[in-house]
C-alpha cells in the first residue's frame, strides 16, 4: 500500500508568478484535501476534491484552485503569488464515509515547501 | 479567529514520565477531535481521535480526555519515550462539513529527554 506522495518537495518561486503541486492519493483513497501550513502554525483546511469536484473550501481566495483525476491524484495551482503563500503545502487523501463519523482519519504527504521571493 | 488553540508551544519530559498536551477549542460545533503527530520532513501522521459523545479514548500509550463543558481535550502519553519526541498537533471536526476539513491547533513540540 503506497502513501501519499508529493512533488516538488521544494521550490522556488518570484511573487506573481504561477505554481503547481501535485499529489498522488494512497492507494484505495477516493477523496483529497489540501491544507496549508506557515510556518509556526498549525495546517490550515484549503479545499476538498471528491469525485473530481471542490466539495469544500477554507478561507482561501480563487487564486487557489485545484484538479483532481479520475485516478484520484490532485493539482493545487496558485496564481499570482504573494510573499504570504511561503508555506508548507500538505495533500492528505482520505476514503469518502470510511471515517470516525464525521470526521475522516487523513493521510498527509511530507508537504511541498513553497518560498515566494 | 483561532477555533483551535495550543497554548504550550513546547512541552519537556523525561523518559518514562507522563506527557500531558493539552487543547483548547472555542466552536461548539466541533464534534470529532483528533491527535496528530509530525516529525521533521514527513507529513503529520494520525495518532488517536474522540467522538463528543465519549470523554476517553485509550490507544496503547496514548489516551485523550475530552472535557465539553470546558471546551478542554488533553492527550496523556504514559510511559513517554524518546521516540515520542514530535510535534502534535490536535484538530477538530464538525458534522456535516466536508469530511476533508479539519482544524488544527498550532501545534506543541514535545522533547523527551532520555
Known sequence: E???TQSPTHLIKTRGQQVT???????G?????????ALGQGPQFIFQYY??????RGNFPPRFSGLQFPNYS??????????DDSALYLCASSLEGHGIGGANVLTFGAGSRLTVL | ????????????????RISILNCD??????????????YPAEGPTFLISISSIKDKNEDGRFTV????????????IVPSQPGDSAVYFCAASASGTSYGKLTFGQGTILTVHP
Open chain 1, 29 to 37: 483513497h477516493n477523496t483529497v484535501s489540501w491544507y496549508q501550513q
Open chain 1, 51 to 56: 469525485r473530481e469536484e471542490e466539495n469544500g
Open chain 2, 25 to 38: 477549542y472555542t466552536n461548539s460545533m466541533f464534534d470529532y477531535f483528533l491527535w496528530y503527530k509530525k
Open chain 1, 2 to 4: 503506497t502513501g501519499v
Open chain 1, 74 to 83: 490532485s493539482e493545487l495551482n496558485v496564481n499570482a503569488l504573494e510573499l
Open chain 1, 21 to 27: 503541486l501535485r499529489c498522488s492519493s494512497q492507494s
Open chain 2, 65 to 76: 480526555f475530552l472535557n465539553k463543558s470546558a471546551k478542554h481535550l488533553s492527550l496523556h
Open chain 2, 1 to 16: 479567529d483561532q477555533q483551535v488553540k495550543q497554548n504550550s508551544p513546547s512541552l519537556s519530559v523525561q523518559e518514562g
